[in-house]
């Protein structure tokens, strides 16, 4: 055995990160804080690496948003429309590679961003943004962590990470038997973990019994542990704050081990990927999901019309079916280009005053940020996969059809 | 009582399917000295080759595996006898350089050509389980670990009794003598690699009926056999076997009685332990540390 191996695998792959990662240089000044020219944005992506599927729908949402207001002359500033102009950068689903990337963006003369996909990517350029003065809409960064540090310049236009699993409680607590016992499992990542802290807080209000607590390292395919400490506890209902993978491994190993809870399952963000059902087929029957949006949530703007408009236009623009990935990049996208126009300039400073004080509905729903950043004024969805497709079924204004319930056909 | 008999249950069935990912890249290590860091990259590769049969034309994962089997191990020849063997008696820094990059080129050509969503191979038997007294016997898993022992079996019988199976020992102990020897060393090498990738795809294509899988899942799986094949040890065909089966049954006893999120970490402390008392694996054999390159 030659001890040297493992550390020559570690070195070659760092070298090779670190080369990765650096070769950006700095290039000729294209301000997006100048009057006069196309109005340029900076966003860095996680176009390769284990985030490259959301990354890509991310990618697709701001481009979207760019055609769309490009197609209407382009962002009102003052008296002139400038176009839009959205610059991209691979991150390859680093983090530090996401922070890097916002400071070439700043040395650039960009100053006005659109955030990476993830909580983690959010929180290392957020910190990035606030130094160099520059503004920031984050599109997919839901953890309640990155507003709590006191940032000026970040502004998240989806609801906060604590209602994502809190919203399928609240379905749960409104259908008939209302579960009286639940298990949560989770991802112990930063987003999961405030996710599930966010669902036992409103199960313990709605009444109910919280009768495990169970982590997985995020990115786990096999979760028999979890599901095999909770089985024993019986619990009416197991909800899980997962990611798609995670989410897959729950629902089939729990039918592999027998763990039926009577009441069904939720799985906040997996459900309602289309691959969700695919992966899983008739397993994936019912189960639970939460969204950022729906093609049903309520309101509507001059860019997109309504959530109806924007389903249709992302089908017929990329030949799928709408994603909230989709949904919330382009709302990001439009409450920066709805700043900028309100602020009449495209100065850093003016458009983070304009996003503070932003009030507008959406075809993402109410956009309007609290003192720290977040958008609290929208509700989220929740949807069930019924026939494989998920259709919304909570909040009842929203809903498309009613909830299966119990999930399980205990 | 029941619970751990369920964990313990779980975990040989899942550290089977972990021998099976391992047991090429061990035997790769082995022979050649050369750590394939493209490894996991052709297991997603042989699970995606099943996957699409399995989509387009309906075919049965386990029959699946069959033709994952032979596109890997096709490819596997290929890049030993044209790309690895140009650099095979080069520091180990350049095998490291040339397979990272073919795992780069593979992984993003994946991604090209499947995009990066999550698949699975569906199937309307591989989630049902037996139930035998108070535990549930998983089927897909029983038989991914089926697969993995007979594999691990027919592997052994293959190099102790066959005369291209013995060459290949042979090139792995001496290179320089079994060239005297009338062995073609480059040809025995490719065959190796072959091997090994063939074994890769299997392993996918079993993964992507018990679970799910994208490009970006294949370092992971690089590591997991790295981790894999030095605990069970090198120059022993049951060396993956052995280590596959204790990394399974220490996470599923670890994520059953401590948190779950201690799981890999328990893994890579049993891995320092072994080391510490058996520094040339639990089964592998000293001989390997100390073999002549010629």
């Known amino acids: ?410 | 009582m029941t619970a751990f008999a369920q964990a313990t249950l779980y975990g040989l069935l899942q550290g089977g399917l972990l021998a099976l990912i391992a047991v090429g890249f061990s035997l790769v290590w082995g022979v050649m000295n050369v750590i394939n860091l493209a490894h996991g990259a052709f297991v997603i590769l042989g699970a995606y080759v099943a996957w699409k049969l399995n989509a387009a034309l309906g075919l049965d994962p386990f029959l699946g595996m069959l033709a994952a089997a032979a596109v890997l191990f096709v490819l596997g020849y290929v890049v030993q006898r044209y790309l690895v063997n140009l650099v095979v008696n080069a520091p180990i820094f350049i095998t490291l350089l040339l397979t990272f990059g073919l795992s780069l080129l593979l992984v993003q050509g994946m991604n090209i050509l499947f995009t990066a969503n999550y698949r699975g191979i569906h199937t309307s038997y591989a989630s049902e389980s037996l139930a035998v007294g108070g535990v549930r016997v998983p089927l897909g898993r029983l038989l991914a670990f089926g697969v993995a022992v007979a594999v691990t079996l027919l592997l052994v019988a293959f190099v102790k009794r066959t005369r291209t199976g013995m060459s290949i020992m042979a090139t792995g102990m001496d290179r320089g003598a079994a060239r005297l020897m009338g062995i073609r060393a480059h040809h025995v090498y490719a065959l190796t690699f072959g091997i090994a990738a063939a074994l890769a795809g299997m392993a996918g294509s079993m993964i992507g009926t018990v679970g799910s899988f994208n490009p970006a899942a294949a370092g992971g799986y690089t590591l997991l056999s790295f981790v894999i094949a030095v605990l069970g040890g090198l120059g022993n065909m049951y060396g993956a076997l052995v280590g596959g089966l204790v990394i399974g049954l220490v996470e599923s006893w670890g994520g059953q009685y401590l948190p779950g999120t201690w799981v890999s970490a328990l893994a890579f402390a049993v891995l320092v332990l072994v080391l510490i008392v058996r520094p040339s694996g639990l089964v592998g054999r000293a001989f390997y540390a100390s073999r002549v390159e010629v």
Request: with cysteine; charged share 20%; aromatic share 6%.
């Open chain 1, 1 to 410: 055995m030659k001890t040297t191996k493992p550390v020559l695998v570690l070195a070659t792959a760092t070298a090779l990160a670190l080369t990765a990662a650096g070769c950006g240089s700095k290039g000729a000044s294209q301000s997006s804080g100048s009057d006069s020219g196309p109005l340029t944005i900076g966003a860095s992506l996680s176009l390769t690496g284990e985030l490259a599927r959301e990354g890509q729908l991310t990618k697709e949402g701001y481009q979207l948003c760019q055609s769309k207001v490009n197609a209407k002359g382009g962002v009102k500033v003052g008296d002139t429309k400038r176009k839009l102009s959205i610059k991209y950068q691979d991150d390859t689903s680093e983090p530090d590679t996401a922070a890097q990337l916002v400071d070439q963006f700043n040395d650039k003369g960009i100053k006005l961003m659109l955030a990476s996909y993830g909580s983690t990517n959010t929180e290392a350029q957020a910190a990035v943004v606030e130094r160099n003065g520059q503004v920031m809409v984050d599109s997919a960064g839901a953890d309640d962590k990155i507003f709590q540090k006191g940032y000026q310049r970040t502004f998240a236009v989806l609801s906060p990470a604590t209602e994502y699993s809190a919203s399928i409680v609240d379905a749960m607590a409104d259908a008939d038997p209302a579960p009286k016992t639940v298990a949560f499992l989770s991802a112990d990542d930063g987003f999961s973990k405030t996710v599930t802290k966010g669902g036992i807080a409103e199960a313990k209000k709605k009444g109910m019994k919280v009768v495990g607590e169970e982590y997985f390292p995020a990115g786990s395919t096999d979760v028999s542990s979890s599901l095999n400490k909770v089985k024993g506890k019986n619990p009416d209902a197991i909800i899980g704050s997962v990611h798609l993978e995670e989410g897959v491994a729950i629902v089939k190993q729990a039918h592999e081990l027998h763990v039926v809870p009577s009441g069904g399952f939720g799985e906040t963000v997996a459900p309602p990927t289309p691959d969700f059902a695919k992966t899983l087929g008739d397993q994936a029957e019912n189960v639970l999901g939460s969204s950022q949006w729906t093609p049903t949530t309520q309101g509507h703007d001059t860019y997109f019309g309504t959530a109806k408009d924007y389903a249709a236009d992302v089908k017929a623009t990329f030949g799928h079916a709408p994603d909230y990935h989709d949904a919330e990049a382009s709302a990001a996208c439009l409450a920066l280009t709805l700043a900028v126009e309100k602020a009449g300039s495209a100065k850093p400073d003016k458009v983070r005053d304009a996003l503070s004080s932003l009030d507008t509905p959406s075809f993402f729903g109410h956009i309007k940020f609290n003192s720290k950043g977040q958008n609290v004024y929208k509700p989220m969805s929740v949807i069930q996969v019924q026939n494989g497709e998920a259709v919304t079924v909570w909040p009842q204004s929203a809903a498309e059809t009613k909830m299966v319930w119990p999930g399980t056909g205990a």
